[in-house]
Every structure is written in C-alpha cells, then in structure tokens.
C-alpha cells in the first residue's frame, strides 16, 4: 500500500528555525493567488491552474526547493538549473535563514506562481 504523506511529515523532527523558515516560504507561496499543494516523500510541490511551478522543503541546513521560471538566474541562493523546456528553467534553491526571504526572491516566486498559471504556454 501506497504511503500517503503530509507537509507534517516533512516537518516533524526539523530544526524549528528551519520549520519557520519553510513556513515563511509557504505564505510567501500560497499569497499568490489560488495554490495546491501536492506532498511526496521528496517535496512539497506547489501547482497552479496549469502545473507545478515550486517546491519547498526543510533540511539539516535550511529550506531546499524548486522554481520553474522562464529564464535563467544567476544568484548564491541558486544551486542548479536545469532547463527543462526550451522556454522553462528548473532552478534549485538553497534558503539558509529569513534574510534570504527578500524581494528578489519574492519576485522570483511571482514568476514561477505565473509559469504554474500557463504563462510559459502565451506568445
């Protein structure tokens, strides 16, 4: 039988600071616009009307997770990014404490809330 598993799952036993810092993630997220959220054993996913655009989830050092954007950045808190379409990039993250919760990667969020919404499908 098939596990099914809860954002809770991937909570329990984190470090609290990390946990909060997933928390602040998740707002940052879900005050988009209309979200849900799909949880595996690997992540959390967040998808849109169309698809999945991020994911987010605590770990030993942070808060690891994924952005579907239509361009490449360059940034410290980027640790890889593979193109996945020749008009979608998947950028991995790496969130070390609430000062990386800053406007750039607000818009950065926006971007990937847009990707989920089908904006990668326009033009």
Known sequence: ????????DHLEGADPAHVALYRQ???LVLAQGPVEVS???TTITFKGRRR???GARPTRTGVRGYLDLMRVVEDPRITNVTPYTSRLFVHQYR?????DLDETFAGWVHEAYRVGEGDHLLG
């Open 1 to 8: 039988m098939d596990r099914t598993w809860s954002v809770e």
């Open 25 to 27: 993630v998740e707002a």
């Open 39 to 41: 949880v595996s054993k």
């Open 52 to 54: 999945g655009f991020a």
């Open 95 to 99: 969130l070390t404490g609430p000062q």
